[in-house]
C-alpha cells in the first residue's frame, strides 16, 4: 500500500445510523415508561405527583414584570421572570427543594423509583405557566419521566461525530510493479467518490509525467 | 440606552442601503461584466457587514441578552450570516456572479428584518437561557450557508443549461425561481396587509391570528400580484440570460458546483448542532426534546432534505443539476421553516411573531 | 521634424512580398544605421511583426524621409522598389501617431484584440532604444503607444472571448471545468483541425493525452508530439471514461460516438462531466449526446456560431477603442506643439515679463511717494534691460536650433528648464472642455 487516510471513517457512517437508533429507542423508552403530565399547583398549597405516592408543595408563587410600551406609552405589563418555591415529599419526609423558573427545572433522582429498574433517570419538575385564578395564581407545572434520557444523549453524540467524520472519508491507493517495468495504481474510497478520482486520476497523471522524464 | 439604540438604528439602516446598492451593483455586473465597479461593490458589502456587525453588538450590548429574541433581531443575523459567508466564498472562489442572486436575498431578508424593527426588550420568561445564543447563532449561520448554496446552485442550473445550449429552459429556470419568489413575497405582504386580529393566550403568551373571510382575500390578492410581478420580472431575466454570450459572465460548472456543495457540507452540520441544541434546550425548559411543533416539524423537514443531499452526492455519486435542484429547493424550504411557520403557524416558537 | 511611418501589412501586401520584406534583429541594425546616416532623419524604430512591416523615423522634411526608407527597405530586402512601392503606406504627423495606436490597440491586426501585438511593439521599441536609433520623439511616441494599447485592453472588451473555433472550443471547456490543468483530453482521429486544438489545450495546461485513429500508426505519431499515449480505435470505449474532453475531428461516414456509450461512460466517471468537441464535418457524435446528464456536446456550427458572436462583439468593442485612441492622439499632439519653437519663446518672454511686472511692482510699492516719475521711468527701464538681455542669447539659439537635426531637444529642455509646459495645457484643455 502507497498511502492510505482516514482508516476509522467507515464508523461514522456506522456511528451517525446508529444515532438514529439510539434516539429511537429512547424516544420509545420515554414514551411508554415515562410520563408527561401538567399539574395545577395553587400557591401554598401540596398536590400528588402523577403514577407515584409523592407529593410536591408549593411555597409560593413569585412573579416579576416590565411594561410593555408603544412608543413613549405603557400600555399594559407582562411578566419578565416567575418562579415557584416547590418541596418534594415523601410520605412528609422531605426530598428535595427549590425555586424553579422556565429554564431551571427541579430534577429528582427517585432511586427507589419503580422504572429505575431499566434505566437511572430523573424526574423532573418544569415551570411551565401560570394563571390567576380567585384564590391568587395558580402555578402549572409540567410533570416529566423520561426513562431513556440517556440513550438519547448517546444518540446525539453519536450523530454530532458521526457528521464529523463524515468530511474525513476513508482513502488508499496502492502501487504494484509488474516484472516488464509496469506500474499498476489502484485506489479505493468510501465516499466522495468524484473528488477522489480526480485526486487519484492527478496523482497518476503526476506519475506518469515524471516518470516520462527519467526515461529520458 | 437611548443615543445607543439610535446609532444602533443608524447603522442596521446604513448596512440595509449598502446592501440594496451591492444589489443593483452585483446585478449590473452579470449584465455589464464591469470588474471595476464591483470591486467598489465588494468594498461596500464589507462595509455594509461591518455597520450591520456593529448594530448587532450595540444591540447585544443595550439589551443585556443575545440579539436573537425576536423576529429583527433573528433576521437581521441571518442576513449578516448569508453576506459573511458570500464574501468568504467570494475571497476562496471566483463567484462575483452569484451575487446578484444571493446579495439580494440578504438584502430582502435583512429588510425584512427592518419591517419588524423593535427597539431593545427584556426577554420573555422561557428564553432566559443561556442555550439561546448557541441554538439561534448556529441555526442562522446554517442558514446563511444555504442561502449561498441556492445562489450557486441556481446559477449552476442557469450555466448548464446555457453550455447545453437550451436557451428555453434558461427562461424557464428564470420565470420558476422568481415566480415563486413572488409569490411567496406577495403572500406575505398581502398578509402584513390584511392585519388579522391578534388573539393571545395570556397564560401560555402565545399569540394566534384570527383571520376573517376578507383578510384570506387580501392574502390572495397579495400573492396573485406578486406572482404576476415575479413572472414578469423572470420574463425580463431570463430572456436577457438566454442567449449564448451570457455563459461567459457566469462563474464554471466546476466552481458553481463546488461552492453549492461546500455550502451544504458545512450548513448541515450546524443545522444538526442546531436542532440537538434546540432539543437539549427544550428538554431543560418543557420536559421533552420534541414535541412536534410546527417549527419542529419543519426543521426536521429542512434536515431530512439537507440529508438527502449529501446522502445522494457523497454515497450515489450525484452531482450537477440534479443536486443544484435540491440546494435551490431546499433554501424555499429553509425560508417557509423560518418564516412561513413563525408568520403563519401558532406553535412554541412564536415569540418571533410581533405581538 | 515630423513623425512619420512607412510600412506595408496584411491588407496592403500579399505574404510573398511580406515575407521578405520582414526583419530580423541583424536587419533592424542595418536598416536603422543606414537611415541614419541620412542628415535628414534624426530617429528610427523598425516593428516587423508576421503581419506586418513598418518603419518609424524622424525626418526633418517629409518626402526626404519617404524616399530614404522605401530604398532603404528595398535594398535590404533585396525587393524591386516598384514593388515595395505599390504595397507600402506612408503617413506623416497626424496620421502616423494614430496609425501607431491602432495597431497598438490591436484595431489594425489580423485578428482584432488579438494580445500579441503588445509585446512585439515592447520589444522592437527596446531594441531600438538600446540600438540608440530612438531620441525624445519616438522615446515619448511609444511608451504613450503602450499605454494606449493597455488603456484599450482594459477599458475595452475587445480581447475577451476569443474568435478563433479551436480558442472557442477551448474557452468553452473552461466554463465547465474551471482550469484545464491536469485534465485528460481523448483525440479521436489525427485530424488537422484535431491537432490544432489539442494544441491549445497543451497551452492550457492539459498534460495527458489519449488518441485513437483508426490508423494506429497514425495516432502513435500524434500521441509522441503531446506526450500521450496511442490506444486502438476498437478500444476506444474503454478509454472514454478518462477523459475529460473529447476531441473528434475523424473523416467517417458515421458516427462514431453514440449515446449509450456516452451515458455508460459519464455513468462510469460517477457523473463527472464530459466535454465534447465534434469538429468533423460530417459529425463523429451522435447529436444526441447533448442530452446526456453532464455530457456537453459542440459541433463546428456551434462553434462557429459562437466565434461569430464573438467577432461581432469585438467590433463593438472596436468602436469604443477608436474613441480611446482619437483622445490619445489628441493629448499627443498637444505635447508635440508644445515643441514648436515660437510659442516657447512666446511662453519663455511672457514668463519673463510676469516675473519682471511682479517684481517692479513690489519694490515700488515699498519707496512710496520718495520716487518722481522720472525715477520710476528708470527702474522700470533698467528691468527691461535685464530681462531683454538675459533672453537675447537663447531666443536666438532656439531660433537657429529649429531649422536644425534634433532642434526639439533644445525646446524640450527650455521647457523643462521653465517650466514652460503645465501651464499651457492646462489651459488647453480647459478651453476644450468648456467646448463640450
Known sequence: MLAEKGRWSGLASIAFHLSFLFIGLGAILAGTLGFDESLDLPDGLTAPVPHSELRVTSHGFDMKTVPVKEGDRITGYRPSVYSTDLELTDGGEALARKTITVNDPLRYSASNWLLTLITSSKINFHQSSYYQSSNGYVSVLQVTYKPGKSLIYVGFGLMMAGICALYFPHRRIWVKADESGTLLLGGRTNRSKVIFQRDFDRIANELRHTLGKQEA | MDSITKIEEVLFIAALISYLVCSGIYIWYLISRNEKFVRVGTMLLYMGLLAQTVALGLRWYSSGHAPMSDLYESLSLFGWGIILFFLIAQHFY???????????????????????????????????????????????????LFTLSFGAGF???????????????????????????????????????????????????????????????????????????????????????????????????????????????????????GIITGAIWADQAWGRWWGWDPKETWSLITWLFYGAYLHTRLTMGWRG??????????????????????????????????? | MHLAVLGINHKTAPVELREKVSLDEDRCGTLSRHLLDD??????????????????????????????????????????????????????????????????????????????????????????????????LLNRLFRHALEVGKRVRTETRIGENPVSVSSVAVDMACKVFEELEGRTALLVGAGKMGELTATHLVSHGVTSFIVSNRTLSRAEEMAEKFNGRAVPFEELNDYLPMADIVISSTGAPHYVLRKGEVERAIRRRHNRPIFFIDIAVPRDIDPGVNDVYNAFLYDIDD????????????????????????????????????????????????????????????????????????????????????????????TVELKRAANERGGYLYVESMRRLFKLNGNKRKERQKSEHSKD
Open chain 2, 321 to 355: 443539476r440534479h443536486s443544484a435542484i435540491i440546494a435551490v429547493i431546499g433554501l424555499i424550504v429553509v425560508l417557509f421553516t423560518y418564516l412561513g411557520v413563525n408568520l403563519f403557524l401558532s406553535g412554541l416558537h412564536s415569540y418571533a411573531v410581533p405581538a
Open chain 3, 39 to 136: 542628415a535628414g532623419i534624426s530617429e528610427v524604430v523598425p516593428l516587423s511583426t508576421c503581419n506586418r512591416t513598418e518603419v518609424y523615423i524622424v525626418a526633418s522634411r517629409p518626402e526626404v524621409g519617404r524616399r530614404e526608407v522605401m530604398s532603404a527597405l528595398a535594398e535590404i530586402s533585396q525587393v524591386e522598389l516598384r514593388d515595395l512601392e505599390e504595397c507600402a503606406y506612408y503617413h506623416e504627423g497626424e496620421t502616423a501617431i494614430s496609425h501607431l495606436y491602432r495597431v497598438a490597440g490591436s484595431l489594425d491586426s489580423l485578428v482584432v484584440g488579438e494580445a500579441q501585438i503588445m509585446s512585439q511593439i515592447k520589444e522592437a521599441y527596446h531594441a531600438a532604444h538600446k540600438r540608440e536609433s530612438t531620441s525624445v
Open chain 2, 94 to 144: 471566483p463567484v462575483k456572479a452569484a451575487g446578484a442572486l444571493v446579495v439580494p436575498t440578504a438584502f430582502l431578508i435583512t429588510s425584512i428584518a427592518g419591517v419588524f424593527y423593535k427597539g431593545p426588550e427584556p426577554l420573555v420568561p422561557a428564553l432566559q437561557s443561556y442555550w439561546l445564543w448557541i441554538h439561534v447563532t448556529i441555526a442562522m449561520l446554517s442558514y446563511g
Open chain 3, 303 to 394: 462553434l462557429n456560431e459562437v466565434a461569430g458572436a464573438n467577432a461581432a462583439q469585438r467590433e463593438k468593442e472596436a468602436r469604443k477603442a477608436e474613441v480611446i485612441i482619437a483622445e490619445e492622439v489628441n493629448d499627443f499632439l498637444l505635447w508635440l506643439s508644445s515643441l514648436d519653437v515660437v510659442p516657447t519663446i512666446t511662453a519663455l518672454r511672457e514668463m519673463a515679463d510676469k516675473i519682471k511686472d511682479g517684481e517692479l511692482e513690489k519694490t515700488l510699492a515699498k519707496f512710496d511717494a520718495d520716487l518722481t516719475d522720472k525715477d520710476i521711468n528708470r527702474i522700470e527701464a533698467l528691468a527691461s534691460g535685464i530681462v531683454n538681455k538675459m533672453l537675447h542669447s537663447p
Open chain 2, 155 to 273: 446559477f449552476y442550473i442557469v450555466q448548464e443549461y446555457l453550455l447545453k445550449k437550451n436557451y428555453r429552459n434558461v427562461l424557464y429556470t428564470f420565470l420558476i425561481l422568481l415566480s415563486i419568489l413572488g409569490l411567496a413575497l406577495g403572500f406575505w405582504a398581502g398578509s402584513w396587509w390584511a392585519e388579522p386580529a391578534k388573539v393571545m393566550d395570556s397564560v401560555t403568551q402565545i399569540v394566534s391570528n384570527d383571520y376573517a373571510t376578507s383578510d384570506y382575500l387580501k392574502i390572495l390578492g397579495g400573492g396573485v400580484i406578486g406572482l404576476v410581478v415575479g413572472c414578469l420580472l423572470g420574463f425580463l431575466a431570463g430572456k436577457g440570460a438566454s442567449k449564448p454570450g451570457f455563459s461567459s459572465r457566469l462563474p464554471s460548472l466546476d466552481v458553481l458546483d463546488e461552492v453549492s456543495y461546500r455550502g451544504i457540507a458545512f450548513g448541515f452540520p450546524l443545522l444538526t448542532i
